[in-house]
Structure formats: C-alpha cells, structure tokens
C-alpha cells in the first residue's frame, strides 16, 4: 500500500519508514499537516499514518479536513502519540474520523499487523462502494449482469454477493395489478366449471 | 542481611508521621546505622544546622514545611548544592513527583513503604535496580531498531538523536529565557517522540513531564526538566557508544 507518514521528528519519521519499506509498503514522508495536505492529493494513497501534536495543523486535524476530501478510495487514518490518551481525547479523535491508534516508540511486530487490518478494511469498503455503484441489470427481466458476464436472477445475484437470504411476498402494489384481476377472474368462472 | 562495613554515616529522617519515623530508624538500625529525626522540614533545616548530615530521608508530604520546600531552602544554602544526599521518601510513585524531586535537587527516591533493600542499596551508592533496568531496554531497544533496518541504520539514528537532543535542549534553554513556554513545550514533545523511539525511556519521561509543566505555564519545571534531559545525555551516550563497539569487543 501506498503510506503517507506526517512527524515533525525525524527519527520518528525514519524509524516509521524502514518499518512500513520492510513489510513492502511504499511510503511518503512530510513534516507537517500542510505538506501532508498536499501529498495526499495522490490518489493513491490509501494509508495516512500523522503523529498526534504537531505545530499549526495536529493529527485530529488533519484527520478531520482529509475526511473531507471526496477520493474514489477510503483513506485509513492512524493517530500516533507519545502519551497515551485520555479518554476524552481518544473519542474526539475517533469522532473527527481516526481508524487506529498507536504509540511511541513505534513496535516492530505491531505496525505491520495494524497495516493488515488497515487493508482489509480499505478492501471491504472498495468492496461495498462497488455493489452499491451501478450495476448492469435488464431492463426487461430484471437480470443482473456480475463480474463473470452471467446474468443472475436478482435474488441470486445479491445472495451471491451479500449473503442475504429472500422470503417472497407480494408488495400492495403488485396485489392490486395482479393478484386482484386474478382473484376476479378466478371468481367469473361459474362454480359448476370449477367443480 | 549482612552489616555494611562503614556504617558511619550521619543520616537524618525527616518524617511527620510517629510509626513511619520509628520504621525508618529500625530498618537503619539493622542496617547498622544510627540517626537522627525530626518531625517537618523546619526542624530538619534546624537539625542541619546543627549536624552536618551525610544523608537526609525525607518525607515529601509533611505540615509545617513539607519535603519539597524544605529541599529547595537547603539547596539554596551556601555549600549545600550537592551535600547532604537528599533521599525523597513519598508514597506518589508518579513520575511527575519523581521529575519533580529530581528538578530541585533531591538525588535518590524511594518509594513508600520503603523496602529495606532498596534503603540500602540507595545508602551504599549502589545503582538503582531500575536505572539498570532501563539501560537494559536501551539495549533492546536498539536490537530491534536493528532489525527493522541494519547496523547502518542504527548509527544514522544515533548520530541525529546526538546532534538534535542537544539542539533541541539549548533552544529549550533559549525559549526559556523569552519566556516562550509554547515553544519550550513543542521542543519537548519532539524530544519524546525521538527519545522514545531510541529507547530512551529517562529521558522521555522527563521531556513528557516538561511538555507538560510547559502547558502548565510552569516555568520552573520546564527548567528542571531541561536540566535533567542533559544530564541523561552522557548516560544514554554511553551505552550508544558501547553499542557502537560491540563487534569489537
């Protein structure tokens, strides 16, 4: 994955760097919120990880203004601070959008753990933007075309895609345009032909 | 627990409470030491006055004259910046009292109730078994740092931690003399961060204390604080160094 780190210690910054590079990730280092700011407009950049106090901009911040940037992807943000945090704190930042917490001095076995829950739920959040954008279905039948270029019934479709199950029931709508007409027509028919 | 062959230092317990004065003086006893008591820090200067104690165990929460304060005057008296050893004897283990202690010149701490071990140990001038215990994660920490880069890597920390820490604590010492607390307390967090990653865990508890007392608008312990990150810098140097040369050893 693609990582932007924000500290404005270098050490920090390099300690965080091999780590990230030894587990294969690519990484960006800036010193402050503002350039953060400005690398992040690389699309893919999928991780931020910004220390917590900083000048000008601190890490909640940053957090918060990043939120608010529309991007095709969700950016996984992790808040690194050299105290722990009260709770009060703690809930702010969850509250202005930070996914994960970590502490200094940066663990070598942890990070990389934290960055592979960090993927799989960029995964599941790509994964459930892409069932919620459009899908091809017929405009006649109703199908829906999946990934593999099958037209699905759309039960199967989002049982496949969702795990949901369907129990099948009539909406008002539907009773009174066809069930109804049914029922007349089944009433029309004299009781000796039905016998 | 065998008798320490020189016992012939003049100790004196500084202690409001009746049991705890009479535990100090028993454990010394077996330690086989004499000494002398007084019940708050006024009659402890009085005592000082009179006796010129090698060691003074005193208590920190005291009426009258609590330990901090009665520290603090000794310190200021002529000759009396480093004698007598002031050993602060609380039951607030809080690394902020210890900083605290530190910054206006008590030398040892021992926390209450007072393990009779660890008197002795802080009567001989023996190190401090967490003083040993910290530089043994100094060393740890410096494995790992290994391993996520190479020896290499490890220098190229070491050398900036070295130029930055003392940068970084003459721009505290600067700010301090503007006045400017703000910038005193950016300093600090910024040592935190990188002594906490170079594992060393001293010197990040003061910095974390100084940023704290700079919030504070404590001016005084940003001072202390200031001073006691210095005096960890030879100390953290040291096993730097010997880091350094353990191939060769």
Redesign the interface.
């Given at each position: 994955m693609k990582v932007l780190i924000v500290?404005?210690?270098?050490?920090?910054q390099?300690?965080l760097k091999?780590?990230l590079e030894?587990s294969g990730h690519e990484v960006i280092l800036t010193r402050s919120g503002t350039e953060a700011l400005k690398a992040f407009q690389d699309d893919a950049i999928s991780v931020v990880i910004s220390?917590w106090?900083m000048?000008e901009m601190d890490g909640v911040e940053l957090c918060q203004t990043i939120r608010s940037v529309r991007k095709m992807n969700y950016t996984y943000f992790i808040l690194v601070s050299?105290?722990r945090l009260t709770p009060e704190k703690y809930a702010h930042a969850v509250g202005m959008g930070v996914d994960d917490f970590l502490l200094?001095?940066?663990?070598?076995d942890e990070v990389p753990v934290r960055l592979l829950v960090a993927e799989r739920i960029i995964n599941f959040t790509s994964e459930i933007k892409r069932l919620k954008t459009l899908l091809p279905i017929c405009m006649y039948c109703k199908k829906i075309r999946d990934d593999g270029n099958y037209w699905q019934q759309i039960e199967s479709y989002i049982r496949e895609a969702t795990g949901s199950n369907f129990s099948h029931g009539i909406c008002p709508d539907c009773y009174t345009k066809i069930v109804e007409p049914d029922l007349r027509a089944l009433n029309a028919i004299p009781a000796a032909a039905k016998a | 627990m065998s008798i320490p062959e020189s016992p012939n230092l003049r100790i004196l317990v500084a202690e409001d409470h009746a049991i705890n004065r009479h535990l100090a003086q028993r454990m010394l006893a077996k330690l086989g030491y004499t000494c002398d008591l007084a019940v708050d820090g006024n009659e402890a200067l009085a005592a000082l006055g009179r006796v010129p104690y090698d060691v003074i165990l005193m208590d920190l929460d005291m009426p009258h004259l609590d330990g901090v304060e009665a520290t603090r005057r000794i310190r200021a008296l002529p000759g009396h910046a480093k004698t007598p050893r002031i050993i602060a004897v609380t039951a607030n283990h809080s690394d902020k009292m210890r900083v605290i202690c530190s910054a206006i010149g008590m030398d040892e701490f021992l926390g209450k109730p007072i393990i009779i071990e660890d008197l002795q140990g802080v009567l001989e001038g023996r190190r401090s078994p967490t003083a040993e215990r910290r530089e043994t994660l100094l060393r740890l920490?410096l494995e790992?740092?290994e391993?996520?880069?190479d020896t290499a890597?490890v220098g190229?920390?070491i050398s900036?931690?070295r130029t930055?820490t003392t940068q970084r604590l003459q721009q505290v010492g600067e700010a301090l003399q503007k006045n400017d607390l703000a910038a005193a307390g950016?300093l600090f967090?910024?040592l935190?961060?990188?002594s906490?990653?170079?594992?060393a865990s001293e010197m990040?508890r003061v910095c974390?204390i100084g940023e704290e007392a700079a919030r504070e608008g404590d001016a005084l312990l940003v001072k202390g604080c200031q001073r006691l990150a210095e005096e960890e810098i030879p100390l953290v140097e040291a096993i730097y160094t010997e880091w350094g040369h353990r191939e060769l050893l």
């Open positions: 500290d404005d210690d270098l050490i920090s390099l300690v091999r780590t030894q220390d106090r000048p050299s105290t200094k001095p940066l663990n070598r | 920490r790992e740092l391993d996520i880069g890597f190229e920390l900036i931690f930055e950016r967090h910024q935190q961060g990188s906490a990653n170079m594992g990040h974390t």
